[in-house]
């Protein structure tokens, strides 16, 4: 039996497992807001030992999703208005960078990736399913970032989109979101032009809608 397919399984691996599967229950809403999280319940929940799960809620936390108190709680974070509005104009700036420089290198192929992606985003929206929708519109706006191939942004917008999801669902359920079908179509036609101006205030009007529901949140 070959020895290399008994090596043991990397932990880092694990941890970043865990790491997805507990942001996406928290961004989803099935780790609720305040909801107390104790690392051996679900360690046993997930299937995996305690060490990768608390790696993974040390990350949460230092990303804002977990908030610890020593010797007292780990639980979900609230819906903070104030962290939201500060990930929010990181994560726009980022995407306006990544536009920028992304624009001189798309391809046709990449053009198409995300015209498939807003047909699915549009798709989405008419059924109510807002999962398929965030999917959807995080294909469409990869495209770029991912061609930019700057890993900074890339990183960056990882780290802070999370903290502006449970905001995100809100928004694909309204008006706005119904918007954004229209506004994605004009930043995939300023691409196709070359035209990195467009380009870039079509992506700063699409996020801009979600700034539009963080006013109306605080008002």
Not at 152 to 178: D, H, K, N, Q
Request: proline share 5%; hydrophobic share 45%.
């Amino acid at each position: 039996m070959p020895t290399e397919r008994l090596r043991p399984l990397d932990r880092a691996l694990l941890r970043d497992q865990a790491y997805r599967m507990l942001r996406d229950a928290i961004v989803e809403g099935d780790l609720a807001p305040g909801e107390i999280i104790r690392d051996g319940e679900l360690a046993e929940r997930v299937g995996l030992s305690r060490t990768p799960v608390r790696e993974a809620l040390a990350r949460l936390a230092d990303e804002g999703l977990v908030e610890t108190k020593p010797h007292a709680y780990t639980r979900v974070t609230p819906l903070v208005l104030r962290d939201v509005r500060d990930a929010y104009a990181v994560v726009r700036a980022m995407h306006e960078l990544a536009v920028r420089a992304a624009v001189p290198v798309l391809t046709d192929r990449h053009l198409e990736t995300m015209r498939a992606a807003n047909a699915r985003f549009a798709a989405a929206l008419d059924e109510g399913d807002v999962p398929a929708a965030l999917a959807a519109d995080d294909e469409l706006h990869d495209v770029p970032v991912a061609a930019a191939g700057n890993r900074a942004v890339a990183a960056t917008i990882e780290r802070y989109l999370p903290l502006i999801r449970r905001l995100e669902r809100l928004r694909f359920g309204s008006l706005p979101g119904r918007r954004s079908i229209a506004l994605h179509d004009r930043l995939i036609n300023a691409c196709a032009a070359r035209d990195t101006e467009a380009a870039v205030a079509a992506t700063a009007e699409i996020w801009a809608t979600l700034g539009d529901l963080l006013e109306e949140e605080t008002s």
